[in-house]
Structure formats: structure tokens, C-alpha cells
């Protein structure tokens, strides 16, 4: 709270304090550990590196090549971080996606990426390494994940009214700063996470992907990251992987949407 209440005297919102809190979405922020893979326990939440996954299961593939390993979640690990009950108790989410050509989502880009879950016995997971036989974008670098709460904003709330431009482009400031703030070192930190309102670069992502749907979530937001061996999705760009509530309630993984936007 004291770091909302610094950022909203920053940027001269104070006054709007009541309706900017009343319109926070809780999401669960991805924070990387730099580890050895070999120091990640088979299971636990990482980013990069090799998924493990149940015996049998294989690397999906797109066109003439495999997916790229992003990340996979605990989701026991991350749960108690779900403040809207979205998530599944239990079980491990894969997520996969065309790395090096980075599709945009497009309707040709039919998959471009891939969710998979997996809710069963944790001893039948193995870690598996990509198959590729391509020597960029094959797999990154693997970090931990641990997770924490935060909260996210719309960049049009319904119940705030700005008495004029420099106020409103006040209010995009604010936002930016809360969902992507600075590290110690002055960088910006990848803006990772899950659930809650993506930070927007273009267009409003969940209307883009659910124009007349009902009740969309965001299920993965992946920034750009330096750490991440340098990878950037187009030109300092995010990627959005979405799902109606009901679907995720449902765990009805094939029917996520993804868009890329960058600037």
C-alpha cells in the first residue's frame, strides 16, 4: 500500500485514490530465480530450461519443427496467490510457444503455441529436452519461479473521470510504473504474470481476442527479457495467452488465444 500511495502523490492522483483501489484486478506476478536446472526439483514452477513432463507425453509441434519450452506452473505452488479462485488447485500448466519465428496469432498461425495440463501422479514426470534440431530459440535459460500477489488496472476504468489530458496521461504513468516498475539497477523488471488486466501495448488484447465473448481471463502475460537469453517479441513486445473463465473453470486448455503486441 505505502508503494500505491507514493506513486499516486508522484503523479498527482491522490485525489482519485477511493476509485483507482476500487478498480485493481488481482493477478499473481512470475518473480525468476537464476538456478542450475539441476537444482530445480522435477515439478516445481520454472521458466526456460526443459519441461518435465509426464512419461510419453512429447514436445508439440508447429510446421516442420518443435515448440519452444516458455514455462511451466505448479499450480499448487502458485494457488494460494489466486485471490479470484481461477485456478485449478492442483496439477502442472505447460506453456509452449514458436520462439524464434514468434507468430503473431494470427488465424494462419493456427499452432503457434501450445497449453497442456497435466493433473496426475508427480513421480511419473521426467525432464525432457527439446528435440530440435535447430540451434537458436531451442530453449532458454532456466530460473525458478516463486510467485507473489499484485494488483493491475484497465487502462479505461469505468468509475474514473479525468478532468482533463496531462491528468489521464498522469493516470498511464501511474499504471505503467505499478505493473512495470523499475529494479534497483533503474531497469524496467519484466512485466510477467498471471490473471489480473494485461498491460496493453496496442490494442485492448482481451476485446482484440474476445470481440463479443464472455468474461475473458488472462491466463499468461510474457514480457520481453534481457534474462531470458536477450529475447525480445518483436519490438519490445508482450505476449497475451487468454481464455473465457468458463473454459478455464473447465480446464479447456485447447481453447486459449494468444495475440503479440509490441510497440
Known amino acids: ?66 515448440l519452444t519450452f516458455m514455462l511451466q506452473v505448479n499450480l499448487s505452488e502458485a494457488k494460494p496467490y489466486d485471490k479470484d479462485n481461477l485456478l485449478p488447485e492442483s496439477g502442472i500448466m505447460y506453456l509452449f510457444y514458436e520462439a524464434l519465428e514468434q507468430p503473431w496469432g494470427f488465424k494462419e498461425d493456427e499452432g503457434c503455441f501450445k497449453v497442456l495440463y497435466f493433473d496426475g501422479d508427480m513421480e511419473e514426470l521426467e525432464r525432457k529436452e527439446s528435440p530440435s534440431s535447430r540451434t537458436e530459440f531451442v530453449a532458454f535459460p532456466a530460473f525458478r519461479l516463486s510467485f507473489e500477489p499484485m494488483v493491475t488496472l484497465s ?24 505493473v512495470q516498475p523499475k529494479g534497483e539497477d533503474g531497469k524496467v523488471v519484466a512485466a510477467h ?27 499468461f502475460q510474457i514480457d520481453s527479457d534481457e534474462e531470458l537469453a536477450d529475447v525480445m517479441w518483436g519490438d519490445s513486445g508482450m505476449l497475451y495467452f487468454c481464455m473465457e473463465k468458463e473454459d478455464l ?14 510497440f
Open 1 to 66: 500500500m505505502q508503494k500505491v500511495d507514493q506513486l499516486l502523490s508522484e503523479h498527482d492522483l491522490a485525489h482519485h485514490k477511493s476509485a483507482i483501489m476500487a478498480s485493481f484486478k488481482s493477478a499473481i506476478k512470475l518473480n525468476k530465480t537464476n538456478k542450475d536446472e539441476t537444482d530445480i526439483p522435477v515439478g516445481s514452477s520454472k521458466i526456460g530450461g526443459s519441461p518435465d513432463l509426464p512419461v510419453g507425453w512429447e514436445f508439440p509441434r508447429y510446421e516442420d519443427d518443435y
Open 155 to 178: 487502462e479505461n476504468p469505468e468509475n474514473l473521470d479525468f478532468a482533463d489530458e496531462e491528468e489521464e496521461a498522469n493516470y498511464f504513468d501511474f499504471r505503467q510504473e505499478l
Open 193 to 219: 504474470y498471471m490473471l489480473g488486466e494485461p498491460l496493453n501495448i496496442q490494442d485492448d488484447v482481451l476485446y482484440e481476442l474476445f470481440e463479443g465473448g464472455k468474461d475473458p481471463v488472462l491466463l
Open 249 to 262: 473453470r473447465e480446464k479447456r486448455f485447447d481453447w486459449v488465444r494468444f495475440t503479440l503486441q509490441c
